[in-house]
């Protein structure tokens, strides 16, 4: 069974850079796993960032980056503003487990 | 614009069965597969699988497969999640969402549907 790993928590300050990651508990996270990043503010669904690794969805301001380093996923928010608060999940496909959610990060700015 | 309405929340006891309903609009409901993802509340996204409605094809999620099944009826342009002998352990809201072009992303998200199990 696959199982993808996040950071739990992450703060980062007011313009800085928030790097989250997206891992594989056995093996690496390629391009061939269509890697993901979607933004969950509370209450709410959660809205599409990055989709196959690197493509930014529609209307994401490009502080928001993604891209495959050594063995994961990332998540780069530069900029970092206060309404970049809230969880990001990272999802990637296997072909066993089809789609799988990262546990999630909260990310926090202050 | 495309939009995905679910029905509204539900409480339902234990053993009980349950549908949900996702309703599409703003494209043609055949052509873009719909995924269904469980949120515990508190917790983390978890996809349960999805389903073709162009001949309601599904797939589902190993943690998932036996005890949900999806459904689509395109006279409506809705697509459903069944639950069945539902548990505590069922309370979660549950959200629909639309493949793009590229099946490897959902960019359209219904609202979610709460579902509280208690007897």
């Known amino acids: 069974q696959t199982v993808v790993t996040q950071e739990p928590s992450f703060s980062v300050s007011p313009g800085g850079t928030a790097t989250l990651t997206c891992g594989l508990t056995s093996g690496s996270v390629s391009s061939s796993n269509y890697p993901g990043w979607y933004r969950q503010a509370p209450g709410q669904a959660p809205r599409p960032l990055i989709f196959?690794?690197?493509t930014r969805s529609f209307g994401v301001p490009d502080r928001f980056s993604g891209s495959i380093l050594g063995t994961k996923s990332v998540l780069t928010i530069t900029g970092a503003q206060a309404d970049d608060e809230g969880d990001y999940y990272c999802?990637?496909?296997?072909?066993?487990?089809?789609?799988?959610f990262g546990g999630g990060t909260k990310l926090t700015v202050l | 614009e495309v939009q995905l309405v679910q029905s509204g929340p539900e409480v339902k006891k234990p053993g009980e069965s349950l549908r949900i309903s996702c309703e599409a609009s703003?494209?043609?409901?055949?052509?873009?597969?719909i995924t269904w993802v469980r949120q515990v509340p508190g917790k983390g996204l978890e996809w349960m699988g999805r389903?073709?409605?162009?001949?309601?094809?599904?797939a589902y999620s190993p943690s998932f497969q036996g005890h949900v099944s999806f459904s689509v009826d395109k006279s409506i342009d809705t697509a459903y999640l069944h639950l069945s002998s539902l548990k505590a352990s069922d309370t979660a809201i549950y959200y629909c969402?639309?493949?793009?072009?590229?099946?490897?992303?959902?960019?359209?998200w219904g609202q979610g549907t709460l579902v509280t199990v208690s007897s």
């Open positions: 703003g494209y043609t409901f055949s052509t873009y597969w």
């Open positions: 196959n690794s690197n």
């Open positions: 999802v990637v496909y296997t072909r066993s487990d089809f789609w799988v």
């Open positions: 969402a639309r493949h793009g072009v590229n099946i490897q992303f959902w960019p359209f």
């Open positions: 389903i073709d409605p162009h001949d309601s094809d599904a």
